[in-house]
């Protein structure tokens, strides 16, 4: 059951409010690999296996990712072939991606709403940054924190803190809301959130870490957890 009161709502990125098409994910992962010379199924599972280091920062861009991955298949291109493949990589990720259809409605009723403020909160690399702004999102979020920036991931609890830091929240006052991956619902629900698992067609793959099994509420539709936020 949701009590609140709530100051602020907090949302992940990706399975909630943006979709990626898999099948157009890899394709460009091995178009890339054509270029680099290397084999495609095993630059996709370096690339795959870097994602914690990309998500943290610790390969702090694309050029670095595509770097690794290519050196994990034997190869070392030059930093032309580099250039072009993280061309390819902003572009396949633009492309591939799309907002759910209830996600602009919901947050353009919380933009609005004066008692209520929001944030984003993503495991992601640097990817992510540019496709928010790409989708036009920038706007709709008073701070957004992304692990490769802060060098956390949920569920451990810095990220979240970083969150309501930048928010002037408590952990208390905030509603969270995710698709539930990487046990992303049980870290917020850990601190004193309230949480709302919102239910998305997705596919089980390797980016899937462990689903959460304990919130306060499920929807499967966004604009509900509109309902569920109380001032």
């Given at each position: 059951?949701?009590?609140?009161?709530?100051?602020?709502?907090?949302?992940?990125?990706?399975?909630?409010?943006?979709?990626?098409?898999?099948?157009r994910y890899l394709a460009g992962k091995r178009e890339a690999a054509q270029v680099l010379g290397v084999p495609p199924e095993r630059f996709i599972g370096a690339w795959i296996a870097a994602s914690d280091q990309a998500q943290t920062g610790v390969l702090p861009d694309i050029a670095a990712r595509v770097r690794y991955a290519a050196r994990a298949c034997g190869a070392?291109?030059?930093?032309?072939?580099?250039?072009?493949?993280?061309?390819?990589e902003e572009e396949h990720m633009t492309s591939g991606s799309s907002l759910y259809p209830d996600v602009l409605p919901t947050l353009g009723a919380l933009r609005a709403h004066r008692e209520v403020t929001t944030g984003l909160v993503s495991n992601a690399s640097s990817t992510a940054a540019l496709l928010v702004e790409r989708l036009?999102?920038?706007g709709y979020f008073k701070e957004a924190v992304f692990s490769f920036r802060v060098g956390i991931l949920k569920p451990q609890p810095g990220?979240?803190?970083?969150?309501?830091?930048?928010?002037?929240?408590?952990?208390?006052?905030?509603?969270?809301?995710?698709?539930?991956?990487?046990f992303e619902l049980d870290g917020a629900g850990a601190l004193g959130m309230e949480t709302v698992r919102v239910v998305r067609p997705v596919t089980p793959g390797p980016f899937r870490k462990g689903e959460s099994l304990r919130f306060d509420a499920s929807v499967d539709d966004l604009t509900r957890v509109l309902t569920l936020v109380r001032t």
């Open positions: 059951m949701i009590r609140g009161p709530h100051r602020a709502v907090l949302f992940d990125l990706f399975d909630t409010l943006v979709r990626i098409d898999s099948g070392e291109p030059d930093e032309a072939m580099v250039s072009r493949v993280v061309r390819m036009g999102l920038n990220i979240y803190l970083k969150a309501c830091e930048a928010l002037c929240v408590q952990p208390a006052e905030c509603l969270f809301v995710g698709d539930g991956n990487g």
